[in-house]
């Protein structure tokens, strides 16, 4: 498999896979099945977030390269099908968490937030390098965000959820939407720029594996946890927990 002109957010989604990978080893090994910890709980707790942002800042790039190539019209229908695929799978992983593992239940995570956004970023694509700009501003902004405003289960997407709530992995729109909004107007600047030309990354055996896992990414985060959890099982009856 050659790389592409393009390859780079493969690549750097395909290390944020082998990060998220082993976060998830780590918090079921602890969580579930009770199982000794290694490397220290603040490395683990530190890995999360970074995964987490690292899969958004790498989101901007396919959908702002989409956004130039096509049409409005095309993007809108690529963008509906989008939000349903993985909403489809959001509500699905929600649903299974809540019927048998409801104290590690998932409610809004990263699938969610992707399926919003899916919709939210077309109204990006007039913008093109202005989204820095506004990126700037929603993360100011969210420096006098209210932490609560209320107890209505609409806010849940936002960043206000009711008191009682609670989601193992939870990425409201806010505050990782300014994250989104810098990268997409990053692109254009790059974009304009001719940038993108300078992106060029080696091709071998380590860039070919990681644009794999990039490419595949949504198949990875849908099939690993139930992995894990059968090795980590096993595991844990071969050590008598």
């Not at 990126?135 to 289960?153: E, H, K, S």
């Not at 810098?182 to 993108?196: A, C, N, P, S, T």
């Not at 959890?229 to 595991?235: E, K, P, S, V």
């Amino acid at each position: 498999m050659a790389t592409t002109r393009y390859a780079w957010p493969d690549i750097l989604r395909g290390v944020a896979v082998i990060g998220m990978i082993l976060f998830h080893a780590y918090y079921l090994s602890r969580n579930i099945f009770l199982l000794p910890s290694f490397l220290g709980e603040d490395f683990w707790w530190l890995l999360g977030p970074i995964v987490g942002s690292g899969f958004i800042a790498i989101s901007w790039f396919s959908a702002a390269l989409s956004h130039a190539k096509h049409s409005f019209d095309e993007n809108l229908q690529k963008s509906w099908k989008r939000f349903f695929l993985l909403g489809f799978f959001a509500l699905s992983i929600s649903i299974f968490t809540y019927s048998f593992f409801y104290s590690e239940r998932i409610s809004f995570w990263i699938l969610h937030f992707f399926s919003l956004v899916s919709l939210i970023s077309l109204v990006c694509i007039p913008f093109r390098s202005w989204n820095i700009l506004w990126g700037i501003l929603l993360l100011l902004l969210q420096i006098y965000f209210p932490d609560r405003v209320g107890d209505a289960l609409y806010q849940i997407p936002l960043w206000w959820p009711p008191a009682a709530y609670y989601s193992a992995d939870y990425y409201p729109l806010f505050p990782w939407f300014w994250v989104y909004l810098i990268g997409y107007g990053l692109f254009h600047v790059m974009r304009e720029k001719d940038w993108l030309r300078y992106l060029h990354l080696p091709e071998n055996s380590i860039t070919r594996s990681l644009i794999f896992l990039g490419k595949y990414a949504l198949v990875v985060y849908l099939i690993h946890v139930p992995i894990l959890y059968g090795i980590l099982f096993l595991l844990s009856h071969t050590l008598g927990r």
